[in-house]
């Protein structure tokens, strides 16, 4: 036999040997610690639908979506997952995934339709209904009191542009805890400041009431809102069960350091609290401090304050909510200055143009949560990904590029854990795919799969994987 020839044979037993051998999964390197909180997130807008069902009055979502060309397609938000009567067998479906935390939104137009001080018992009994379910089913409910759907009748007074809407929103807020505190123990106030002014007040405003208003206008309507924060976390302390527990949901922007050396670093601590400092900045420092001068220079366009305000908003909460997707890159120029590195046009990204993968946004948005404010309990309240997916689908539908984001973001979870950041939730979004604000129904963030046309849910591979994640306490 040629020489050859032996090795190849011989390699070849090799192989075979291997082969036989069963590989088996990597042991336990991505296990989260005990009580760690998995959970899936929605919004009552974005859900519900019923938009005009038992007395509910139109949002300013309802209003904008009606609007010529504001909403992709022209689609608006009166049936969307029409949650309002399928919640029964969605809670099934969540408890039969295995998933026992549930961030959901209270909808202010249901509840108080005509003012704001006439309860609607259709609104508030559909509330205690839907949270009756949720806890049959084994699933913790963690509540909103605000994800962006005002009532219309609030805009027309001016909305968050006036005082009067933190001053609105105290009675709203006390009346949630008092009629449902004895079921919720788990608060966040306000969704997103960012998004609700920034994005809806602004010039670059997509969002309803998608007013074009000054910078001055925008901080002071951004400082009202973080009144409002501080009203909801007196609503707990007031009126909360026993341990009751309050923080916030903000997207707070979050920087990488490109390079995870001392530099980067230093330049993205900087970014961070510049960025942050009219929003999670100044709920958590409770005020506006030197980063807040920084990020805007000029006096006049810097928000009026009264007295006491600084103690509202800066009132201590339990956990900071954090809604992570994505983040960008700093550096320490050669002039030793922080500056954002801009993403190169061909940097991969979902189908949401804003929402680049980052995986490294979860490990630094807690961990600078951490050390610039000192976060000593931190909850990711959403993280996910949107994507042009089908509109119909049979049998499990293969998200894996979903899943892989997912996985991805997880693994630096799980690495900030390491590092001593006291994360103890995380909570995906979405449950299910629903109405993404101006994107209407075309941009799909769902576990669960949503026909639009026959409101059939099915699972993808993401929920199939999660349920996974979440019954191992660990990533697989
Ligand atoms: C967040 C928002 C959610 C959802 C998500 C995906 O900003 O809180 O309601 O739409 O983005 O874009």
Not at 142 to 168: C, I
Not at 196 to 208: H, K, L, R, T
Request: glycine share 8%.
């Amino acid at each position: 036999m040629h020489i050859s020839s032996i090795l190849r044979s011989s390699s070849h037993d090799k192989i075979h040997l291997i082969m036989t051998k069963r590989i088996l999964p990597p042991k336990d390197r991505f296990q989260f610690p005990k009580n760690f909180v998995w959970g899936t997130a929605t919004a009552s807008a974005q859900i519900e639908g019923a938009a005009f069902e038992d007395g509910k009055c139109p949002s300013i979502w309802d209003t904008f979506a009606r609007q010529p060309g504001k909403v992709a397609q022209g689609q608006n938000l009166d049936v969307a997952c029409d949650h309002y009567h399928k919640f029964r067998s969605d809670f099934k479906l969540m408890k039969s995934l295995g998933i026992k935390n549930y961030r959901f939104s209270f909808s202010w137009c249901r509840l108080f339709p005509e003012n704001n001080q006439t309860p609607n018992p259709k609104g508030v009994r559909f509330y205690r209904h839907l949270i009756e379910a949720m806890l049959e089913n084994g699933i913790t409910p963690w509540a909103t009191m605000y994800h962006w759907d005002l009532p219309q009748y609030f805009q027309d007074q001016g909305g968050w542009l006036t005082r009067k809407m933190p001053e609105a929103f105290a009675p709203y807020v006390n009346f949630l805890v008092q009629t449902y505190g004895d079921l919720v123990k788990n608060w966040f106030t306000l969704n997103e400041v960012s998004c609700f002014i920034g994005g809806s007040y602004s010039p670059e405003g997509v969002q309803a009431p998608g007013l074009s208003k000054s910078p001055a206008e925008v901080n002071q309507a951004t400082h009202y809102a973080l009144l409002a924060h501080g009203y909801g976390v007196r609503a707990v302390r007031e009126y909360g069960r026993k341990g009751s527990k309050v923080g916030m949901a903000e997207n707070a922007h979050t920087f990488i350091p490109v390079l995870e050396d001392e530099d980067s670093i230093e330049a993205a601590r900087e970014i961070y609290q510049i960025k942050n400092a009219s929003m999670l900045g100044a709920m958590l420092r409770g005020g506006y401090d030197r980063y807040y001068q920084k990020l805007i220079p000029d006096r006049k366009e810097r928000a009026q304050v009264e007295k006491g305000d600084f103690a509202l908003m800066g009132e201590a909460v339990d956990f900071v909510g954090i809604n992570i997707y994505t983040g960008g890159f700093v550096e320490k120029n050669s002039k030793g200055k922080a500056v954002e590195i801009p993403f190169p046009a061909n940097y991969p990204r979902a189908d949401s143009p804003w929402l680049r993968l980052n995986p490294r946004a979860l490990y630094w948005g807690t961990r600078l949560a951490q050390d610039c404010y000192g976060a000593k309990a931190i909850h990711i309240t959403e993280n996910g990904f949107g994507y042009n997916d089908p509109d119909e689908v049979t049998g499990t539908y293969n998200d894996v590029h979903r899943k892989e984001y997912y996985r991805l973001y997880l693994e630096q979870a799980h690495r900030a854990i390491q590092d001593g950041v006291p994360l103890q939730g995380y909570f995906a979004w979405s449950f299910m795919d629903n109405f993404e604000w101006q994107d209407g129904y075309t941009r799909r963030f769902g576990m669960i799969h949503t026909d639009y046309k026959t409101l059939k849910r099915t699972p993808k591979l993401s929920a199939v994987w999660y349920s996974k994640v979440i019954h191992k306490n660990g990533l697989i």
